[in-house]
């Protein structure tokens, strides 16, 4: 038995130098993940879930501050519209409907204080297949505000990397 827990520790050991020689680091281990910006404010809706999950992500990140004027911003991050749709995917030989595409859509840009894009409007379209069954529909309703959720999280990622890219110089 020690024979086989001494070879599986150097078979991980092993991984993780082979790991570490080839370049690869945890996504945010290098401390150049952060935004170019020392304060930022948010243009959000004050009942927008992703306008809070965005916030919560900067503030997070250590290096930018969110502030509640525009003024005092160094950048100014416009969430131009948020939406949810839904359409069928597929039909069952009764016609029913057996499957969705559900799609998550955001557009947004961001500013310098000067009101000069730094990043023009942009749209990010984000889609998932949902099956149906007509017997679990509560179930099914669960998943899709699961997948949602999953969705908003995916996207906030997605405008935080497209912001770290920004070159404000």
Request: aromatic residues 8%.
């Amino acid at each position: 038995m020690p024979n086989k827990r001494q070879f599986l520790f150097a078979l991980a050991a092993a991984a993780a130098v082979t790991l570490t020689s080839c370049g690869f680091q945890l996504r945010g281990s290098n401390g150049q993940t952060g935004l170019p910006f020392k304060t930022i404010y948010v243009n959000a809706p004050e009942t927008s879930t992703l306008g809070a999950q965005l916030k919560r992500y900067i503030r997070v990140s250590g290096n930018t501050e969110v502030v509640s004027d525009p003024k005092s911003a160094e950048a100014v991050l416009d969430l131009l519209s948020e939406g949810r749709d839904k359409a069928v995917l597929s039909k069952n030989t009764q016609g029913r409907i057996r499957e969705y595409t559900i799609f998550y859509k955001v557009r947004f840009r961001v500013r310098d204080g000067g009101n000069k894009d730094l990043l023009a409007p942009t749209d990010i379209t984000l889609k998932r297949d949902l099956s149906f069954n007509e017997s679990q529909v509560m179930a099914k309703e669960a998943e899709e505000e699961l997948l949602y959720r999953d969705m908003q999280s995916d996207m906030v990622q997605q405008i935080l990397r497209r912001m770290v890219a920004l070159n404000p110089a």
